[in-house]
C-alpha cells in the first residue's frame, strides 16, 4: 500500500465492496436508531405522507381544485408523494453524513464513499413500509394494480441513483461548507414544487416539457404514476432527459466525493 | 524474517492555518467564495489570508516486522498526525509511506459506539467499524464479552452503562482485532489502574505473538516496558529513532533542558492538582541546599535538600504532619519523607502560620527531576495536598568520588567493597561520610 494523493482517483467500488460488512451494518444502525426514543416509533414513516397527503389533497385537492387527470386526489398525491420522499429523504440524510459521523471520520479509515451509501440504502426502507399503505389506499379506492407496475424497481433504482448524485456533491460540500445545511430546507422545498408531486404534468406548457425534464424527479414521478396507476400527465423524450442529467451528475458527484475524500478528516 | 512493515519516505503534513480577519466573514463572502471554490472544482480559494504550518515534515523511518515502536514527543510533535497518515485517515502532504500487512488501527476507544444501541450491537457494529468481517466478529464474540466483563448488560443499551463499561467493552472489541500491524494511541489514557494493566498485558500479548506494534503514548513506563525501538518526535521532526531506552532517555533530555521557573519558592495557591479536605491549608515552599544557598536550577546528586514548608493551622493541635513524595518523571514514587517518620519532631500544640523544616543531608536520588507531592496530615486525616507542588532537578555527579558516575538505578546508596582476605584493611578505613545519614529510601 503507497499512499500518495492521486489528482484524478479512481472511483473506488472495489474498496467499497471490500467494506461490504461495515456497509451492511451502518445501514442496520441507521435503520435501528432512527426512530429510538420516540413514542410513535416505526409508525412515523407511515404517518409523514399520509400527513402530507392529506394536507395536500385539502389544500390542493378540495381548495385548489387542482386537475389530477382523473384520479382520486389522495392516491394521486400519495404515489406521487412516494418517490419525492424517497428522493428528500435520502438526499438530506446523506447531505449531511459526512458531517454527522464526523469522529468516525476522524478516527477511522474506511472508503468514506460508504457513509452517504448507507444513508440512503436506509432510506429504501422506509420506502417499502410507506409503499404498503399505498396498496391499502389502492384497495380503499378500488383500484386494481396494472402489468406496468413491473417497471417500479427500475424507478425506485433511479430515485436512488438520483438522490446519491446529489447527496455526493452536497455531501462533500457541506463538509467544507456549512451552509449546505442552511440551503437544504429551502431548495428541498422549491424542489418539490418543480416536480409534479401536486399537480400533474400535463398543466406544463407542451414547450417547456423538454425543459422540465432536466428535473430527473419530474419524470420519476410521473413514471411512478404510470406504473402504479396504469395512465399519467406526459411522459416521453424528457425521460430520456432525465436518466443524462442523472447519469452526468453521479458521475461528477463521484469524481468530486473522491477528490475532497483526503480532506475530509482535515477539514470536517 | 525481519522484513519492513512499514517505511515512511520524506512524509510531511501541512496544514493551513487561517488568520484572524477571517473569523469574521459575511454570510455573503462564505456563500460567493464557497460558490466560486466549488466551480474551481474543491481547489480551496487560494487569496485567503493563510499561512502554512507543517504538523509534520521530511520523516523517513523504517520499522521492521514484529518491531513494537513507541512514538514519543510532546505536545503538538506530531505523533498523531503520524498515526492519521499511516491509518490512511487522512493523506500526506508529501512524502509516502509503504505499509506491508493489514492495519489495525486504535486511535480511540468506541469510535463510532452508538449510545442507543445495546451493548451487543454495539460489538457487531464497533467491530465492522474497525475493519472486522461479520464472520470474525461472531466467531470472537463471546470472546469479546468474556474480557469485557460487561455479560450481564449486554442488553442494555450503552447510554446506561457507566463509563468503565463502556470503555472496557470498547477496549475488548479492539483488543480482538487481529491486524498485521497495529497502531495505538493515548488509548490507555482512560481506564481505572486495573483496566491499564489488563490492556497493557493485551497488548503485549499482541507484540509478543509477532505483530507489528506502534504505541504512541506520555506513559513512558509502559512505551519502555512494551516497546522494543522509540521514536522521538519534536515539532513536526523525527529527532531520533533507536532502542526505546535511548528513545525515552533522549526525549527526557530534550524536555528537561527546556527553562522553567527558576526560583527556590514555590507558591502553593495557584496549584492545580489540589485535593483541600481542610482548606487551603500548605501555603508555600523554599527549597535550599548546601550550606543554606536557595535552590535555583539544579542541584547535584547527594547534596543537601532541605525544605522549608509554611502553612497555616487553623485550630490548635500538636498532632499533625506533613509528608513529602517525591516521583520521577515516570510518575514512580521513589521516596517518601515524612515527619512521622521524625521522633525527635516536638509535640507542643501550636495555631496559626507555621514553618515545617524537612532537612534531607544527602538527597541520594539518581539523577533527573523529581516532581513533589506535598500532603498535610491532622490528627491523622488528611486536610490538604497537593501533587506536583514543586520539583527538584538532579544533575549527575561523581557521587562516589571514583570518577566513575553512577547512571543506572533510581539512587544511590553509600556501599563498601573488600575483598575477604584484605578485610581487616576495609575495617581500618570506613570510607568518607558513610551511610550513616538519615536518608532511607522507601
Known sequence: ?268 | MSYIAVRSQGLGKKFRISHESERYRTVRDTLSRGLASALRFGRRAERRPAEDFWALRDLSFEIKHGDVVGIIGGNGAGKSTLLKILTRITEPSEGLAEIRGRVGALLEVGTGFHPELTGRENILLNGAILGMRRSEIISKFDEIVAFSEVERFLDTPVKHYSSGMYVRLAFAIAAHLEPEILIVDEVLAVGDVAFQKKCLGKLGDVSRGGRTVLFVSHNMAAVESLCNRGIVLDHGRLVFSGPVKEAVGYYYDSVSSTPEAESHVFDLAPCPHRRSKGGKLLKRIELFTESDRPLTGEMIIGDRLRLRIHFELPVPASSFNIGLGFNNVYTQRIFTANSLFDRSRSDSERVGHQVFVCDIPEFTLMAGTYSIRIWLDINHMEVDLIDDAASVRVMESDYYGTGNMPRQGAVVLRHQWYLEDEAFAAKKTPATACASSSTRVI
Not at chain 1, 471490500?18 to 414513516?45: C, M, S
Not at chain 1, 399505498?134 to 378500488?142: G, M, S, T, V
Not at chain 1, 407496475?149 to 430515485?159: G, I, K, Y
Request: with cysteine.
Open chain 1, 1 to 268: 500500500m503507497v499512499r500518495p494523493s492521486r489528482r484524478w482517483p479512481r472511483f473506488g467500488f472495489k474498496e467499497v465492496w471490500e467494506y461490504r460488512d461495515l456497509l451492511y451494518f451502518l445501514v442496520w444502525r441507521d435503520i435501528k436508531v432512527r426512530y429510538k426514543q420516540t413514542a410513535l416509533g416505526v409508525a412515523w414513516v407511515i404517518l409523514q405522507p399520509v400527513f402530507a397527503t392529506v394536507v395536500f389533497s385539502v389544500v390542493f385537492g378540495r381548495l385548489a381544485k387542482v386537475p389530477s387527470d382523473g384520479i382520486p386526489y389522495p392516491v394521486f398525491a400519495y404515489v406521487a408523494l412516494l418517490p419525492w420522499q424517497l428522493f428528500a429523504f435520502c438526499v438530506a440524510e446523506s447531505a449531511n453524513s459526512l458531517v454527522g459521523s464526523q469522529n468516525l471520520i476522524k478516527k477511522v479509515y474506511f472508503p468514506r464513499l460508504i457513509i452517504p451509501l448507507s444513508t440512503v440504502l436506509a432510506g429504501l426502507v422506509d420506502f417499502g413500509v410507506s409503499f404498503l399503505v399505498l396498496l391499502a389506499l389502492l384497495f380503499r379506492y378500488h383500484i386494481s394494480l396494472t402489468p406496468s407496475v413491473a417497471v417500479l424497481p427500475a424507478l425506485v433504482l433511479f430515485v436512488v441513483a438520483a438522490a446519491l448524485s446529489v447527496g455526493l456533491w452536497l455531501s462533500a460540500l457541506n463538509v467544507e461548507y456549512r451552509d449546505v445545511r442552511y440551503t437544504l430546507p429551502f431548495l428541498a422545498q422549491i424542489w418539490m414544487y418543480a416536480t409534479p408531486v401536486v399537480y400533474s404534468s400535463s398543466l406544463v406548457p407542451a414547450k417547456w416539457r423538454a425543459l422540465y425534464g432536466l428535473n430527473p424527479m419530474a419524470g420519476v414521478v410521473e413514471g411512478f404514476r404510470w406504473a402504479v396507476l396504469g395512465r399519467s400527465g406526459a411522459l416521453g423524450a424528457q425521460v430520456w432527459v432525465s436518466v443524462g442529467v442523472v447519469a452526468l451528475l453521479l458521475i461528477g458527484g463521484l469524481v468530486y466525493f473522491r477528490r475532497m475524500e483526503s480532506t475530509f478528516a482535515d477539514v470536517v
